[in-house]
């Protein structure tokens, strides 16, 4: 019977990381996505931009995908999907106002037209039927940006509960609290399995609120005696509105600079989100007013090279420049990866003498994810008989698996998965089953999929060790020629010497009328064998046959 068949779980991103969060849930001859998100490049993999799901399952089932829910509009879960969205079937993409109308803005920056989509808007207590099998629940939860959901999943084998993004905020700024009763009541009824976020599970207590926040930085702007700017994520909405309002407050002028927020404030404002008793200004139309009536609230939280602040930081913004006087802050953590990147425009800062206000010496940043006490009470309320840990890495996972299984009703089994595990799950059983092609795609500027692991290994060796490019003439007189970038050259000396094995194995390749592909190949292997010999260093080394 249908009933008695078990879903499959398949976390294309999200699973031991932070980022390109992405859900495939498939019963029987249907499947439903879940969020489409990127991540962003560590500092080692070099020249890359964006880092998208590799979803080859999905192409290769196409046929089965019965619609896509989107949690929210953050990068790390609506990012990817101008890059996706093309290469997979139209079907009803479902979102709440907010979520569809930054992914729009996002995918006319691509040329795909809006007929190109099927956007379905939900609100606040939405149903959504996909396909024969699925019937969603959206559940509001609070989080750092507006029409952030979760859901409940009801499928013929049994209920499924994602949290989505989720820290349980007494406060928001929006007075919408997290919808606590939908998942209580999901509990009574019995739930299958919880899929909960981990980002913080590793820290105790709550998550302060939003309006913690707020107050943090109205004492900041209140003692200012100068321009105040302010740096934090585009898409912290309910930031942004609380930074207008105390800005309102104190009767500054908000001149917003960077091309993301701006684009971010538009689409809230549109939406009737984001609220403002006055239009904002440019850096062209401040006048003459004074220092103390003006509020920046800028780009550059991660310390983006291009970004606003770090421009400012570094003194080649083309309209503004800092001074004494002035106060900076830094509304943002640094996403692992940043803090160098973020730690060197704070140190520029002061250099140039401003006051800099950042976390944790001073409240002007809160996690939009729960603390421990908040997971635990999302845990009681649900009751599920399996558990996955998403959203962290292992060991964010591995924290909240094992808050789990200290609660009042511990889950009868927990699961750690990685990308691409089939995680079957059925009211009597929750296993891994077999596993799909995951993993990262590399953006790197117009090419998608186009670099590899062993493209990005090349990079980091030239970067640590140069370049050293041998080129060999073998007719009518076998010379040779290098060029070098990055390596260290010790002299004419070692230039020559290693000229000079090169020229000898021309001359005998030639001598011997070896084939041009095995004379290259023994002049790579000795010149390398050289090389490292006498410098101890391996460039990336290119031989080069001319015949």
């Not at 979102?95 to 995918?107: D, M």
């Not at 920056?109 to 190109?116: L, N, V």
């Not at 993004?165 to 509990?187: I, M, T, V």
């Amino acid at each position: 019977m249908a009933q008695n068949l078990p879903v499959e779980v398949i976390a294309l991103g999200g699973m031991g990381e932070i980022g390109k969060n992405m859900f495939a849930f498939r019963y029987r001859d249907e499947i439903l996505i879940v969020d489409g998100g990127l991540a962003f490049p560590d500092s080692n993999m070099l020249g890359i931009d964006l880092i998208i799901p590799r979803i080859d399952y999905l192409q290769q089932n196409a046929a089965l995908i019965k619609g896509w829910i989107l949690t929210h509009g953050h990068e790390d879960h609506i990012g990817a999907m101008p890059y996706i969205i093309p290469r997979l079937p139209k079907v009803p993409i479902y979102g709440a106002p907010l979520t569809l109308g930054l992914l729009g803005e996002k995918l006319s920056e691509f040329g795909i037209k809006e007929s190109d989509v099927d956007f379905q808007i939900f609100r606040d207590d939405a149903q959504i039927k996909v396909g024969k099998y699925f019937v969603v629940d959206m559940i509001r939860m609070t989080h750092s940006i507006p029409d952030n959901f979760g859901m409940i999943i009801r499928t013929p084998a049994g209920n499924i509960v994602h949290t989505g993004d989720f820290k349980l905020d007494n406060f928001p700024s929006d007075g919408k609290l997290s919808q606590l009763e939908k998942l209580a009541a999901a509990g009574d009824e019995g739930v299958m399995l919880l899929i909960s976020d981990s980002t913080n599970a590793e820290r105790p207590g709550t998550t302060p609120s939003e309006a913690d926040i707020a107050l943090g930085i109205e004492e900041v702007v209140a003692q200012a005696k100068g321009r105040v700017f302010i740096t934090t994520f585009a898409s912290q909405i309910h930031r942004l509105q609380n930074i207008i309002y105390i800005a309102e407050k104190y009767r500054r002028k908000v001149i917003m600079e960077g091309r993301s927020m701006l684009k971010y404030s538009q689409v809230a404002t549109q939406l009737e989100i984001m609220h403002m008793k006055e239009p904002l200004i440019t850096a062209d139309e401040m006048g003459d007013l004074g220092d103390v009536q003006l509020l920046f609230m800028c780009t550059g939280s991660q310390g983006q090279p291009m970004s606003t602040l770090t421009r400012l930081a570094m003194g080649n913004h083309a309209k503004l420049a800092l001074k004494r006087g002035d106060s900076v802050i830094m509304s943002s953590n640094p996403i692992p990866g940043n803090e160098e990147a973020v730690n060197e425009v704070i140190n520029r800062l002061y250099q140039i003498g401003v006051d800099v206000f950042y976390p944790p010496t001073y409240k002007v940043h809160a996690s939009g994810h729960a603390s421990q006490e908040d997971l635990k009470v999302v845990l009681d309320l649900v009751k599920p008989t399996f558990f996955l840990p998403w959203h962290g890495e292992p060991r964010h996972q591995i924290n909240h698996m094992r808050l789990a299984q200290s609660g009042k009703v511990p889950p009868k089994r927990v699961l750690v998965v990685q990308n691409g595990d089939i995680v079957q799950v059925s009211e009597t059983d929750f296993k891994v089953t077999g596993k799909v092609a995951a993993g990262g795609v590399y953006v790197d500027g117009l090419g998608v999929g186009d670099i590899s692991d062993e493209i990005i290994g090349d990079r980091q060796m030239m970067g640590a060790e140069g370049v050293l490019i041998v080129t060999g003439v073998l007719h009518p007189v076998p010379h040779v020629e290098l060029i070098s970038r990055g390596f260290v050259r010790q002299g004419r000396d070692l230039e020559n010497s290693i000229k000079g094995v090169a020229l000898e194995v021309l001359e005998n390749g030639v001598r011997e009328k070896r084939r041009m592909e095995d004379i290259r190949d023994d002049l790579y292997g000795a010149v390398r064998k050289f090389v490292r010999k006498v410098t101890g260093r391996t460039p990336v080394l290119i031989p080069v046959l001319v015949e």
